[in-house]
């Protein structure tokens, strides 16, 4: 699969700013997640990041805000995509279709995480990336509740270097 945009989301984004760990299992996925984006860079992808993805940063704590801040100056290989009027038309109908099935008492998703996810995937969808590139296993459900004209493949950050895995 040829990748010309790639959307970045939250969870890649703290990898990305975290220095490298000392713990050995941290080690693992923070390295396999540098390796598949330098290998989407290098193979000419353009990084977007929605910009829920910084919400979803700030609304994480003094870490996250960090992060956010520091992403945005880098700026470097990564573009903040806008939350725009498609993104939320495609955002909404993933709310309704992931939160229509989910009782108010399931130990299910919480209605926050629902509404960034869907943010992240509808502004994704929106700017016309290739693929999403998480460590969130959780954002492949989001998107398979779309039509297939709508869906695009999400990848998983974290595996081996050569192996991008498509998840779903």
């Given amino acids: 699969m040829r990748v010309r945009v790639a959307a970045v989301d939250a969870n890649v984004l703290m990898f990305l700013a975290e220095p490298r760990p000392q713990d050995d299992a941290r080690y693992k996925r923070w ?37 956010a801040m520091a992403l945005e100056k880098q700026g470097k290989h990564l573009r903040i995509e806008a939350f ?7 955002a909404g109908q ?6 229509s099935g989910r009782a108010r008492s399931t130990g ?47 990848i998983d950050a974290t595996a081996p270097k050569g192996q991008l895995t498509i998840i779903g």
Avoid: N, W
């Avoid at 990084?47 to 940063?57: H, R, W």
């Avoid at 725009?84 to 495609?90: F, G, Q, S, T, V």
């Avoid at 993933?94 to 939160?99: D, H, P, V």
């Avoid at 998480?134 to 297939?148: F, N, P, R, S, W």
């Fill in 84 to 90: 725009d009027d498609e993104a939320a038309r495609i």
């Fill in 108 to 154: 299910g998703p919480s209605r926050a995480l629902v509404k960034f996810d869907a943010m992240i995937v509808g502004t994704a969808i929106a700017a016309g990336a290739d693929c999403i590139v998480t460590t969130d296993g959780d954002i492949e459900k989001y998107v398979a509740v779309l039509d297939d004209r709508q869906r695009i493949p999400v």
């Fill in 31 to 67: 390295s396999q997640v540098h390796a598949t984006v330098r290998d989407l860079i290098e193979h000419g992808a353009e990084l977007i990041v929605p910009a829920p993805s910084i919400a979803e940063l700030y609304a994480g704590g003094e870490d996250g805000v960090h992060v």
């Fill in 94 to 99: 993933i709310m309704r279709i992931r939160l």
